[in-house]
């Protein structure tokens, strides 16, 4: 497992939703029948525009570099370049496109989605979604929020973060070769300790408001619980993202789970 590093500085705004300018998508899929599908789902929204088609991640990274989308559909599994990789590429560290990543993917390739994640992915969706939250996905990734529903955080990312803290866990990739002396287990306590120390750039408050969105609670969640208005928890959700430069919620959500200071379900 590769160690943790964080995505590219925040995106630049893309145009607001009422600017007139219809959200540009960039289908990123292996099957005809579904790549299909999603161009005519995309198509028939008076606010997006399918600007191109790729078929494998090779093709969906020279695309989105191309045709700069505001949004890229990604599968995971596509030939000679998965959609991990192609994600990393598109808006991994180091990046600057502000492309948006829209993983959508299966239950059964659930560890993959948590390196979707850590490769810059803005949220993801299951493949068996109806056509209306996946309109809607896209637009939530648009404006520059992530698509991590509460529900999802709690199952998922908590199986993820289980996986990553097992030293025989399943891993997507394999595990870099170790320093001399250390094992898989010391590199990877040692990478989560400097993480750790990222994190104390943060306030109390903050500390609490970034547990809270851990644990997959949403910013009308959090107001309640710390008896805050919702738009004082956007200023600190936002606030957090800055110190720790990350991308959106979803980073900070991996990046808590990754440093082993995110609570345990709620």
């Known amino acids: 497992m590769t160690a ?37 789902i995309f198509s028939a929204q008076p606010d997006m525009e399918v600007v191109g088609e790729a078929a494998d991640g090779r093709a969906a990274v020279e695309a989105a570099r191309a045709l700069r ?28 496109a502000r ?3 829209l993983v959508v993917t299966t239950f ?13 992915a803005s949220g993801f969706l299951l493949k068996d979604a109806p056509p209306a ?15 991590l529903a ?42 989560r300790e400097q993480e750790r120390e990222r994190l104390k750039v943060l306030t109390p408050r903050e500390h609490e408001v970034l547990g809270l969105l851990s644990a997959g609670l949403s910013n009308a969640e959090i107001a309640a619980e710390l008896v805050l208005s919702a738009e004082t928890v956007k200023t600190y959700v936002s606030r957090i993202l800055t110190k720790l430069d ?5 980073q900070a959500v991996v990046l808590a789970y990754w440093a082993g200071v995110a609570p345990g379900r709620r």
């Open 150 to 191: 509460p529900a999802v955080t709690r199952t998922l990312i908590g199986e993820f973060a289980a996986r990553v803290r097992a030293p025989d866990g399943p891993a997507p990739a394999p595990v870099p070769a170790p320093g001399p002396g250390a094992g898989p287990d010391a590199a990877q306590e040692r990478e």
């Open 99 to 101: 492309t948006r990543i």
């Open 246 to 250: 990350l991308r959106d919620r979803v």
């Open 4 to 40: 943790w590093q964080p995505p590219a500085p925040l995106l630049p705004p893309l145009p607001p939703a009422d600017s007139g300018a219809p959200i540009r998508v960039l289908i990123c899929e292996d099957q005809a029948l579904v790549r299909a599908g999603y161009v005519t």
């Open 69 to 96: 989308p505001d949004v890229a559909v990604m599968d995971i599994r596509m030939p000679l370049l998965d959609g991990i990789e192609a994600t990393r590429q598109l808006a991994g560290p180091g990046t600057t």
């Open 133 to 147: 939250e996946l309109v809607n996905g896209v637009r939530t990734v648009v404006r520059g929020e992530s698509l």
């Open 108 to 120: 059964n390739v659930d560890a993959y989605v948590y390196e979707a994640l850590r490769a810059g």
